[in-house]
């Protein structure tokens, strides 16, 4: 199995960093590991709140999309690109404040689909939501590394080292 570079998983998680989305909502991208796995955190503020108190169930949608992408990323040929085409969140409880932590593995990965389920808990490891993502392998969509370059960020290392 081919190793992620950790020189590219560091310039992928600084990008994430970058990313205007990411930004908005203030995640982070914590970890990419080999076979599909990513690890997000996120730090609960006001804006992602509801008037109930609790996080926006968009929130966990959010974390569960983005972690999803981010494990099929860690498995995807390096000059593959891909998108979220159908998104399943189970909310099974309510953080009222701290840290969200998500993290995401691949089920399975097809030539064109691909499956990753989430878990997203709290601090003390409570299980808050489970999620799954089907992702599409999309010929033409601009890689991460292209979108780096149009953001204006060093070139990206190779993504994977041979072993």
Known sequence: MRELNPEHVKAAIEYCGHAPFS?????????????????????LQDKHMNPEGGPHGGVYAIMVDEAAWWAV?????????????????????????????AEARVKKMGRTICLAECDVRDACGKLLVHGTSK???????????QTMAKLGLSPVPPKFMEV
């Open 73 to 101: 990323y860690a498995a995807l040929d390096e000059d593959a690109a891909h998108t979220t085409v159908d998104l399943h969140v189970d909310d099974l409880g309510k953080a009222m404040g701290g840290t969200l932590y």
């Open 135 to 145: 992702l599409m392998v999309v010929p033409g969509l601009a890689t991460v590394a």
């Open 23 to 43: 930004k908005l909502i203030s995640f982070r991208l914590t970890a990419l590991e080999k076979g599909g796995v990513s690890r997000l955190e996120l730090d």
